[in-house]
């Protein structure tokens, strides 16, 4: 069965630093999103990304945020300058279309954790 | 700031017992659906409810959807160890251009 994944699976940066989290997205999906899940709390949508550009975005999603389709299957999300605050698991999901006939397929999650 | 109240937020019963956990909001949905997340992974999708009222089953498990499309439960009767897991809802709010919220999460265990 396809399946979003996600690399890597816990990356560890120093405060600061530049990340990139990378995920690969069902192969004939359209749609794809972020979300993040700071430890205990909810999970948080970030941005959603179509046909090469951002859709919506949260508040959450600030100028430190950046994502990107680099090539036909890969999809990335920049954090330029990590805070502590940024230390959480990151989602990505998928869908073949967008609203509630279509099923949002989430990735395993990268734990972030900024020292 | 649209909210999304689960409740309760942590239950722990023995197996056989029936359950129900509730998701409220002030805030009229389109549609509100139901994962279930597991420790180290993603949510993965139970089911999507879309029309005021409307009731689906999934097995043991049913889930509804308030008449005014502002609340959800989901019940889960003869409860099976293997039921337990975070469970979580999230609403696409109406004219939200398909953002999900989401709420916090009803943590589940079924004790044999």
């Known amino acids: 069965e396809p399946e979003v994944t996600q690399t890597p699976s816990h990356q560890v940066t120093q405060m600061g630093q530049e990340v990139i989290l990378r995920c690969v997205p069902i192969?004939?999906?359209?749609?794809f999103y972020w979300y993040r899940q700071i430890l205990g709390q909810k999970v948080e949508f970030l941005v959603s990304f179509y046909n090469n550009e951002i859709s919506e975005k949260s508040e959450i999603f600030d100028d430190q945020f950046s994502v990107e389709r680099p090539d036909g299957s890969n999809f990335t999300l920049k954090i330029r300058s990590t805070k502590l605050e940024d230390s959480a698991m990151y989602f990505c999901?998928?869908?073949?279309?967008?609203?509630?006939?279509?099923?949002?397929?989430f990735g395993p999650g990268t734990r972030l954790t900024v020292t | 700031t649209q909210l999304l109240e689960q409740s309760p937020q942590f239950l722990s019963i023995q197996e056989g017992e029936n359950l129900t956990v509730y998701c409220n909001s002030s805030?009229?949905?389109?549609?509100l659906q139901w994962y279930r997340q597991e420790p180290g992974e993603g949510p993965v999708l139970l089911v999507t409810?879309?029309?005021g009222g409307e009731v689906k089953k999934l097995k043991r498990l049913t889930f509804q959807f308030g008449d005014a499309r502002k609340d959800s439960s989901l019940h889960i009767t003869a409860a099976q160890p293997g039921d337990t897991g975070l469970y979580l809802c999230a609403g696409e709010v109406e004219d939200s251009n398909y953002q999900l919220i989401w709420g916090a999460g009803t943590k589940l265990i079924i004790k044999p």
């Open positions: 192969s004939n999906h359209l749609y």
């Open positions: 409810v879309v029309t």
């Open positions: 805030s009229v949905f389109s549609s």
């Open positions: 999901a998928s869908s073949e279309g967008q609203g509630s006939s279509y099923e949002q397929y």
